[in-house]
């Protein structure tokens, strides 16, 4: 009953909602298809190539966190990205504290285009800040090729500590900037840690999961950049786990990378599902989640229910977020999916999909990250 309630209550987040250190993706895509970072591969310090990719983290300085984004193409792929500091599809995340703010400046480096394909602006979702510019207003803010926006994010002093992410918003563009192209970033609200002190001793796995036009089932599209048919919702969902087609799920900008986790080894993964239609069913082979927050929401916000709840698998649908404890195997080796997730006969195809390979750390041998019971809470929520 509590899963159905939870999976029941991200959907409806979902309605309401929307409608460190630099790496950049070290994951190729499959054969002979365009990477969707721009930096070289390499070989992470722990042995394993292709780990997951970490996306810069800009903190704040006296009380505010500062961000300067350029909407450009991709030459790599051909679509719109963010670059960041010169680099194509490395999106910071932003990570603040309640009641601090975030400056973000935003530049449209696009080629004029059709309709309002080059057009950009950005929506923080899930936050409780204003709607009213230089805030989170998607209807009156709009910069077209070679305007600037400024953004001035104030967060709330009650915000709840959890996970937000911030995409462009130009109606009738979302899926086509953010689903098919990728252009999105995590907002970390920090403190969650204090409700829930075990927390602190994990290392923290900042995830976005796109599903992107580009890789292995890209559709071939003739024309100019701006002219390519945008990839549509299925109308008749006949064959809900069959292969998806035109799409490729790729995670912090990486196919099928590896995660690093020691057996027995806790870590706290924080999911974002910015894709444009696919809902997520994310299981780890042979473990269980420890699921903490939804949607920003630690799970206890709501009067008696639990702090945790350990579940085989967490439901996430397009635009909703996921913080959950994964325990590394005792085998040293499993998969990071999503389960088949059937949607309706009008929904689209959420087939099974490899996410990423959990492996253990080269030379290393079991590691104890605490107790094996559930999470204990701290600090009450603010």
């Known amino acids: ?55 810069p983290v800009v903190h704040a300085t006296n009380g505010v966190a500062k961000v300067a984004l350029v909407a450009a193409i991709n030459p790599a792929t051909g679509l719109p990205t963010f670059d960041y500091r010169g680099q194509h ?42 709607p009213l510019a230089p805030g989170d207003d998607v209807l009156g803010m709009l910069a077209r090729p070679g305007q600037t926006l400024h953004y001035v994010v104030h967060v709330p002093k009650n915000q709840e500590p959890g996970l937000y992410w911030y995409h462009p918003h130009v109606h009738g563009e979302v899926n086509y900037q953010v689903g098919e192209s990728g252009m999105s970033g995590a907002i970390v609200i920090d403190g969650l840690q204090y409700h829930l002190p075990g927390l602190a001793k994990m290392k923290e796995r900042v995830i976005i999961v796109r599903d992107t036009g580009i890789g292995q089932n890209s559709i071939t599209h003739g024309g ?11 109308t008749l969902n006949n064959d809900p786990c069959g292969p998806e087609l035109g799409l490729t799920p790729t995670l912090n900008g990486a196919y099928q990378p ?55 698998y967490a439901i996430v649908p397009p635009a909703a977020r996921a913080e959950f404890v994964v325990t590394g195997p005792s ?49 009450p929520l603010a």
């Open 1 to 55: 009953m509590l899963r159905r309630f939870l999976a029941v209550a991200i959907a409806f987040a979902w309605v309401a909602g929307c409608g460190g250190q630099s790496s950049t993706p070290t994951n190729p895509m499959p054969p002979n298809q365009p990477q969707p970072g721009g930096a070289a591969s390499g070989v992470s310090h722990n042995g394993n190539v292709n780990e997951l990719p970490e996306p």
């Open 89 to 130: 599809d490395v999106i910071p995340t932003i990570e603040v504290k309640p009641g601090q703010t975030f400056v973000v400046d935003v530049t449209d480096d696009l080629l004029p285009a059709k309709k309002m394909a080059a057009d950009i602006n950005l929506h923080f979702h899930g936050l409780g800040s204003s």
């Open 224 to 234: 100019p950049m701006y002219e390519m048919e945008h990839i549509p919702p299925a």
């Open 258 to 312: 590896v995660i690093t986790i020691a057996p027995g080894e806790k870590q706290f993964f924080r999911v974002i599902n910015a894709t444009g239609h696919k809902t997520l069913k994310l299981a780890v082979d042979g473990e269980t989640l420890e699921l903490v927050a939804i949607d920003g929401f630690a799970l206890d916000t709501y009067p008696g229910t639990p702090a945790t709840k350990i579940e085989p």
């Open 331 to 379: 085998s040293g080796h499993t998969i990071f999916r999503s389960q088949c997730f059937d949607s309706g006969p009008v929904g689209d195809r959420d087939p099974d999909i490899v996410l990423a390979t959990l492996e253990k750390p080269r030379g290393h041998a079991r590691i104890e990250s605490g107790s094996a019971a559930p999470l204990t809470v701290g600090a």
